[in-house]
Each structure stands twice: as structure tokens, then as C-alpha cells.
């Protein structure tokens, strides 16, 4: 599995996320498969945003790509910071 890890500050997380759900499609052409969002416990503008996708070039291909660059601008995003992740071992106990 693919993960992506993205930490960043946002100015209104309502407005983030109506952008961010208005993106699904986009998203999900682009080769995302599952997500979630989080939320620091004391700041609820600093949002985490843990994604499965089918390649890691098709994540950075996505996220690095101008169009995704704009949307963050339009969302409020604050400098962005995007962790590429490669599965080594998953568990349920």
C-alpha cells in the first residue's frame, strides 16, 4: 500500500472542506483510493490528511501538479507538508 501524509494549517477548516469534498472526483481519478481527516487536539485549523493511493508517482504527480497548487491557494491552505509513505506491515490487535 501507498500512503500519503499531509500536514498543514488551513484558515477556516468549513471552508477547506467544502473544497476538499468538491475535490472527491478529482481525487479519486487521480489514483486516491481511501482517506481520512484529522484534526490536532488543540488546533482546529492544523489538519492532517492520511490518504491511500495507488502509486506513490500518482500522488506526487496530483499533488505537485499546478492545478492541486491553485486548489490549496482557494482552500486556505497553509504551507503544506507531504510525507510519501510505502507500506511495510499493517496489523489489527
Given amino acids: 500500500m501507498n500512503h500519503v501524509l499531509i500536514i498543514h494549517e488551513v484558515e477556516d477548516y468549513a471552508a477547506w472542506k467544502k473544497i ?6 478529482i481525487r479519486k481519478e487521480a489514483g486516491e483510493i ?3 481527516v ?3 487536539e ?3 485549523n492544523k489538519i492532517v490528511h492520511f490518504s491511500v493511493w495507488r502509486s506513490i508517482e ?6 505537485e501538479s499546478p492545478r492541486l497548487v491553485e486548489i490549496r491557494r ?3 491552505v497553509k504551507s503544506p507538508d507531504f510525507i510519501y509513505l510505502e ?3 499493517a496489523g489489527v490487535l
Fill in 42 to 44: 488543540q488546533e482546529p
Fill in 34 to 36: 481511501s482517506y481520512q
Fill in 74 to 76: 482557494e482552500a486556505g
Fill in 38 to 40: 484529522l484534526k490536532y
Fill in 20 to 25: 476538499f469534498d468538491a475535490a472527491s472526483t
Fill in 58 to 63: 500518482a500522488a506526487k504527480s496530483f499533488f
Fill in 87 to 89: 507500506e511495510l506491515e
